[in-house]
């Protein structure tokens, strides 16, 4: 991802040299950000409105106390980048039944056959049972490359050299690693009619009823990505997308950029030629990764605190406080870092009236509670009136405390309830201006 986080660093480098960010600056930042999508392939419409969005919100949008101009830039550059890249959401790979079936689809040279064995190295890593089968009935080096990869990660291999039918071996593949947790199906991706290929792929796909399709793409196609995925789309549906070669071009961000827009979910990426350089695809810490600053999440983490504070305490004025919305302000509270801090920024000298035990107690109390908040179902969130003893007992067996802490912490909320009926707005808690 060299090429890619060079690019952005030189970008972030620019942001950080302004001086104030006058109407000349942002058109010249923002003339800076297309040239650097550009470079990554992002496809100019989306350039374009990514763009027009950023500054909007630099224009519209009022930092944070503390926050300079230019770093809100930086923050709001972040912000947009992963929402280009797929949002918040980290698509998870979990194997629900058993034997879980994967099918690989790609076109040739996308790293397909390697993809398969990093694929199963990461899952056998995580105390999975996985099988790899190999169909590719043309190449007969991808037998010899995907079974010696097996072969050097530990885990069995399922080919047949001299069958010519892709269809019946993938079959046999599958039955034969049936007690498998998981079984990766490789598929030729040879550089023939790619009606032809997609037809035999469509014909596997029928004989063996994967439970996933993963597509695999590589990176240097850039913004044509999105392209190929369609294509395939057309045959049979594309559950999610690997990329690989992601260390190779900056293009990536733009075949990232253009899988997203499709609507299919990027899983991982390839980064490197070694079986272990394989990641899930997290936009958040990928793009936090590309801007390459170890301080942004900091900077982050403190711009969404405030923000989400402010999220909840109108939740909490508008009467929709649940257990849900006691934990958000929970976490965000703990966010803001010692509450001795965030005490301060209470109004009308109430911090004053606070003791250092008493603040020491509540700050331990936060990390409690939100242990037991994070054992609890999202229905019992909700709905905390379904908590009986058996589930209290539950909660209080998963957050490591005893049930009298649970239902403290009830109490705690239940009068901040009531409370909160009446809290208006001269108890919001908030930043200095
Ligand atoms: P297939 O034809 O799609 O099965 O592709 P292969 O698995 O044979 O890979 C084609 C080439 O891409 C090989 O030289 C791989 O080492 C290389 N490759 C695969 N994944 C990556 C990656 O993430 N990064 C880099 N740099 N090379 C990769």
Redesign the pocket.
Known sequence: MKALSEIFSKLIEKIRGVEYIDEATLQELSREIQRTLLKADVPLDLVKSFTENAVKRIKEEKPPAGIPPREYLIYVLYDELVKLLGGEQTPEFKPVKRPYVVLLL???????????A?LAKYLAKRGYKVGLVET?TI?PA?FD?LRQLAERIGVPFYGERDEKDAVEIAKRGVQNFRNMDVVIV?TA?RHRNEEALLQEVKAIYDAVGPDEVML?I??TVGKLAAAQAEAFMKYLPIHSVII?????TARGGGALAAVAKTGARVKF?????DVD??EPFHPRKFVARVLGMGDLDALVEKIKAVFEEEEVLEEIESGKLDLLTFKKQIDSLLKLGPLSKVFQLLPGGIAAKISEEQIELSQKNLKKWRAILSSMTREELKNPDVLNASRIRRIALGAGVTPKDVKEMLTVYENLRKMSKTLKRQLRLRMPR
């Open positions: 790609g076109v040739e040279g996308s790293g397909k056959t390697t993809t398969a990093k590719d190449r991808a490359q490789d991706g695999v590589d990176a690989t070669k992601m260390d190779s990426i390839g980064v490197g030629e350089e394989f």
